[in-house]
C-alpha cells in the first residue's frame, strides 16, 4: 500500500525559530493536507494543497505541494509556544471515488519559551 | 457553523465486549470516514461512508463496521473487543469526499 515518510520525527527548537518539515511518497497524491493534532484532541486541518507546484501560506505557515506530486513541505516561520504538537502530511489521491487519507507519522514539535 | 461531534469522549469497555460510538458531520457534508490512532500505527483508515453507503473500507477485520443515516450522522461498531482495539477513534467530515476533511475530537477507547 501507500507509504508516506515524515521527517522529522521530533524538532525541540527555541522560540521564533523557524520551522520545516516535509513529507515524501513512493506514490503520486492529487491533494496534499496538513494538519495539527494537540494531546487529546482531534487533528485540525492548516493547509490543503491541490496541485502540483502549489505553494499556499496561512499565516505564518507555507506549504508546498512537490512538482512530482509524491512530496510536500510546510515551513512555520517566527515559532511560538503554541505551536507545540503534533503534525501530520497526509495524502489523499482521489481515484474512482477512493478518497481515503494516507497519513505520515508524525513530526513532535516542541517549542522553548 | 458547528464542527464534527463524536460521542462519547471516553469510553471503557473489557474484552468481548462490544462498543458503537457516533458522529455527527459539519452540516451539508455527504460523506463521513473513520480512522483509528494509535501510538504504534499512527492513523490507520477504517472506512468512508457516502449518502448511507459504505463507499471505501480500509484493512480491518469485520468485527469492525459501521453505517450512515439519512440525515448523514454516522455510527461505527466494534464487536468482541480486544486489548489491540484501544485507540483514538476519528471522525472526518467532507463535502463529497475529495479535498479538506475535518475531523472530530474523537472517541478514546480503552480496552482492558
Known amino acids: 500500500g501507500q507509504q508516506l515518510n515524515q521527517s522529522p520525527q521530533s524538532m525541540f527548537i527555541q522560540e521564533g525559530e523557524d520551522v520545516s518539515m516535509n513529507c515524501t511518497s513512493s506514490s503520486i497524491f492529487n491533494t496534499w493536507l496538513w494538519y495539527k493534532q494537540d494531546p487529546g484532541e482531534g487533528p485540525v486541518l492548516l493547509i490543503a494543497l491541490y496541485k502540483a507546484g502549489e505553494l499556499t501560506s496561512n499565516g505564518r505557515l507555507t506549504a508546498q505541494f512537490g512538482i512530482t506530486r509524491k512530496d510536500s513541505f510546510l515551513n512555520i516561520s517566527a515559532s511560538i509556544p503554541s505551536d507545540v504538537g503534533i503534525y501530520f502530511c497526509?495524502?489523499?489521491?482521489?481515484?474512482?471515488?477512493?478518497?481515503?487519507?494516507?497519513f505520515g507519522k508524525g513530526t513532535l514539535l516542541t517549542v522553548n519559551p | 457553523k458547528a464542527g464534527v461531534t463524536q460521542t462519547p469522549r471516553y469510553l471503557i469497555k473489557t474484552r468481548g465486549q462490544q462498543v458503537t460510538l457516533s458522529c455527527s458531520p459539519i452540516?451539508?457534508?455527504?460523506?463521513v470516514s473513520w480512522y483509528q490512532q494509535t501510538p504504534g500505527q499512527g492513523l490507520q483508515f477504517l472506512f468512508e461512508y457516502f449518502s448511507e453507503t459504505q463507499r471505501n473500507k480500509g484493512n480491518f477485520p469485520g468485527r469492525f463496521s459501521g453505517r450512515q443515516f439519512s440525515n448523514s450522522r454516522s455510527e461505527m461498531n466494534v464487536s468482541t473487543l480486544e486489548l489491540g482495539d484501544s485507540a483514538l477513534y476519528l471522525c472526518?467530515?467532507?463535502?463529497?469526499?475529495?479535498?479538506?476533511?475535518?475531523f472530530g475530537e474523537g472517541s478514546r477507547l480503552t480496552v482492558l
Open positions: 497526509a495524502g489523499q489521491y482521489s481515484g474512482g471515488s477512493n478518497y481515503k487519507l494516507t
Open positions: 452540516s451539508g457534508h455527504r460523506s
Open positions: 472526518a467530515s467532507s463535502y463529497e469526499g475529495a479535498g479538506e476533511l475535518f
